[in-house]
């Protein structure tokens, strides 16, 4: 999951499985969230994308999942690749009120093993 | 279609001196934001142009600043740099601003060292 702080928490998981990342928001007026993967030495990659009026979006080996009540997001990449190893980012839209602007949380790394 | 391209890739400036880094959105995108990822921390909020206004600035102080020209393409100005603006400099855009919730694509970025 999330964290403040220099270190990124970093989830390891073996090829094949699937991976879960979570991400805890704080703004309950947030209203559209994203998630992004960031290869080393690239911008962030969209990946997928969910509205606050759902609760579960699929995408290609990809899941968001959407918890209002907890204020908590997750990603599930099914049957992890080494392509996934990456961080990933979760960002929320805090609306009108921040401007529209996206905030991103701390990432975490997910490093695929053989 | 092109992505959303950032110049330099690279900038090395000394502490005091002045950058500015460029950023040209995918077309027919009218939004550009930029954010700033410095090492082993998240992305934190810059600035939001939209149709060549400034929207929003992120907590940042004023010799951070920027435009957006007719064409959308946008510039980011660092006056008065200091060592901890060592970052990399992302840029992104999406149709219409992010109040439409629209996808947003980020460029590679600008990676800046100050010494």
């Known amino acids: 999951g999330e964290s403040v702080g220099l270190h990124l928490p970093t989830l390891s998981v073996q090829e094949g499985d699937n991976s879960i990342i979570n991400c805890a928001y704080s703004?309950?007026?947030?209203?559209?969230f994203i998630w992004y993967k960031q290869e080393s030495g690239k911008g962030p990659q969209f990946i997928i994308d969910?509205?606050?009026?759902?609760d579960k979006r699929q995408g290609q080996r990809v899941t968001v999942l959407l918890n209002k009540t907890v204020k908590h997001l997750s990603l599930q990449i099914a049957a992890t690749q080494p392509g996934d190893s990456a961080v990933y980012f979760c960002a929320e839209n805090r609306g009108s009120n921040s401007g529209y602007a996206l905030n991103f949380g701390k990432g975490t790394s997910l490093l695929v093993t053989p | 279609e092109a992505g959303v391209t950032q110049s330099p890739t690279h900038l090395i400036k000394t502490r005091g001196q002045q950058a500015t880094l460029r950023c040209s959105p995918i077309?027919?995108?009218?939004?550009v934001y930029w954010y700033q990822q410095a090492l082993g921390l998240g992305l934190q909020f810059l600035l939001w142009y939209d149709e060549g206004e400034e929207r929003n600035r992120g907590n940042f102080p004023p010799r951070f600043s920027g435009r957006q020209f007719p064409n959308y393409s946008s510039e980011l100005n660092v006056n008065a740099l200091e060592l901890e603006d060592s970052a990399l400099y992302l840029c992104a855009s999406s149709l219409g601003g992010w109040g439409a919730r629209a996808e947003a694509f980020f460029g590679q970025g600008t990676r800046l060292t100050v010494v």
């Open positions: 077309s027919g995108h009218t939004s």
């Open positions: 969910i509205r606050s009026n759902m």
């Open positions: 703004n309950s007026a947030s209203d559209y």
